[in-house]
């Protein structure tokens, strides 16, 4: 299992929010990539990058932060999240070294666009759904539809789908535990892997994570935590490496 520190991208700074809602922020950077070479140092081996503008806007808004992070690290797998809903906005971010698109608002509205993603961009797509009670929300969290999360996944097999990131609204940014049952759950419901993410406060939470013996989940994004210091990057990830010898 990766541990995958999140960079969180709001007005050009590294911040991160409380349960999606961008009136709650905390400004931990004025320079992304800068924070993107701590968690590189660190011993990372992939990182979540989200652009929390253009999830609310529907466009990239912070893509000139994603560009030079992808550049300064070419050979580092990087996944970006928010306002992707546009095969155009997928080769730019393709181009410019990203490795996997994260879509989902698109993904929840017209579940269609994830197939054509996929045949235009094969093993660069990932699946974001966010959840509120097991139902997924959209547009930056700001609706919540009436679609179950465990349904849309099942959706996406066969579209070729690299993973699906599952974020528990209600944890995100709590530091609270991640949703470990429902993470589960989902994993193996589906032949997608998951991603865990939202909630993640220390290495018990990882541990947590790795008890439940789910073999379909095969990362855990965390933010807050790490930007706090209750979590340490190398830490958790010699855990996961330990743990799955």
Not at 162 to 183: E, H
Request: charged residues 20%; negative net charge; aromatic residues 6%.
């Amino acid at each position: 299992m990766l541990i995958i520190p999140a960079i969180d991208l709001k007005d050009g700074a590294c911040v991160r929010l409380r349960q999606g809602r961008m009136e709650d922020s905390t400004v931990f950077s004025d320079d992304p990539v800068a924070m993107a070479a701590k968690w590189v140092e660190g011993g990372c081996r992939r990182l979540h990058l989200v652009d929390l503008n253009g999830a609310f806007e529907g466009q990239p808004v912070n893509g000139d932060v994603v560009t030079a992070i992808a550049r300064r690290y070419p050979n580092l797998p990087i996944q970006i999240g928010g306002g992707i809903r546009s095969l155009e906005t997928i080769e730019h971010y393709v181009k410019a070294g990203v490795s996997y698109v994260i879509i989902g608002t698109k993904a929840v509205k017209e579940p269609e666009f994830v197939a054509e993603a996929c045949r235009a961009f094969p093993g660069k797509v990932i699946v974001g759904l966010d959840a509120k009670d097991g139902f997924v929300a959209t547009d930056g969290w700001a609706e919540v539809s009436s679609v179950q999360v465990i349904d849309l996944a099942k959706r996406f097999e066969a579209d070729g789908v690299s993973a699906i990131v599952y974020t528990d609204i209600a944890k995100d940014g709590m530091m609270q535990g991640c949703n470990i049952p429902f993470t589960a759950a989902l994993a193996a419901a589906t032949r997608i892997p998951v991603i865990a993410s939202g909630g993640i406060h220390n290495l018990g939470d990882i541990q947590a994570l790795l008890n439940a013996k789910a073999p379909g989940i095969i990362g855990a994004i965390t933010g807050r935590a790490i930007y706090e210091g209750t979590l340490d990057v190398a830490e958790a990830q010699a855990l996961c490496d330990r743990e799955q010898r």
